[in-house]
Nanobody, 114 residues
Framework: QVQLVESGGGLVQAGGSLRLSCAAS????????MGWYRQAPGKQRELVAS???????DYADSVKGRFTISRDNAKSTVYLQMNSLKPEDTAVYYC????????WGQGTHVTVSS
């Protein structure tokens, strides 16, 4: 059974930080690259960060230098540390395999006020 449970979102002022967590089912997590995606109102979902099983990572240009993705393979959990948040980071954040499967969790809402 697939599990993707995101948490850690909230309301924060511009310049603030949040740390997102995603607990995934082991079958999905193990041996796969995992990614954090986000969907802002009226926009398509986009990949913002990805991490391989060996912890090689990649970031969208819009978050480079501000976001850090990491994973705990023993816990099948992926994290996203978000610093220097901007209002344009406001979105629902999801985790999934990279590339994603056709199943999404409930996501976690991030709102950045100016």
């Amino acid at each position: 059974q697939v599990q993707l449970v995101e948490s850690g979102g909230g309301l924060v002022q511009a310049g603030g930080s949040l740390r997102l967590s995603c607990a995934a089912s082991r079958r999905l997590f193990t041996f796969n690259a995992m990614g954090w995606y986000r969907q802002a109102p009226g926009k398509q979902r986009e990949l913002v960060a990805s991490i391989s099983p060996g912890s090689r990572y990649d970031y969208a240009d819009s978050v480079k230098g501000r976001f850090t993705i990491s994973r705990d393979n023993a816990k099948s959990t992926v994290y996203l540390q978000m610093n220097s948040l901007k209002p344009e980071d406001t979105a629902v954040y999801y985790c999934n395999k990279d590339p994603p499967i056709d199943y999404w969790g409930q996501g976690t809402h991030v709102t950045v006020s100016s």
